[in-house]
């Protein structure tokens, strides 16, 4: 087996938490992707990091001084991922009507809604790593977070 394929195989043992990154272009166009690698990096100032695939369609929309949000899914929003996660659904990632998108795209119904203007931008290989300040964050009382392990959510 490659190093690849055992690397592949040893981060499938890892527990993820699911989000949904979300946000606008310059033209008024709203973005959202799923992703796994969300990292809280400080909180003075508060940050984190969060990779991006730089074949997404999001990934070239994610500037300096862009925001974002990070949409940590509960556990009923398997559907939302999925949609979020297909670039056959990818005109459909914005049907639910539980998407707020007057300024910055968020889900209502989310776990945490954590908004970020980026900071930096890192080019790593075929992704890119998106350092951002929090500028607000909310969040569910009762923590009902959807995870995702072994190539399943959990």
């Known amino acids: ?56 369609k999001i990934h070239d929309r994610l500037q300096i001084d862009s925001d974002f949000c990070i949409n940590l899914l509960t556990k009923d929003q398997e559907t939302i991922s999925n949609v979020c996660s297909s670039e056959a659904m990818h005109d459909q990632r914005f049907n639910d009507p539980r998407w707020n998108i007057e300024s ?12 970020c203007k980026v900071d930096k931008l890192i080019s790593y290989h075929t992704h890119s790593i998106v350092i951002a300040h929090v500028t ?15 190539g399943s959510y959990a």
């Open 104 to 115: 910055v795209p968020y889900l209502t119904n989310a776990q945490a809604n954590i908004f």
């Open 1 to 56: 087996m490659s190093i690849q394929d055992n690397f592949r195989l040893a981060m499938r043992s890892y527990i993820y938490s699911v989000s949904v990154l979300s946000n606008k272009d310059n033209f008024g166009n709203c973005n959202a992707i799923t992703v796994s690698s969300v990292t809280s990096i400080s909180m003075e100032p508060p940050s984190l990091l969060v990779c991006i695939n730089k074949d997404s």
């Open 136 to 150: 607000k964050s909310t969040s569910k009382d009762k923590i009902n977070t959807l995870t995702y392990v072994d």
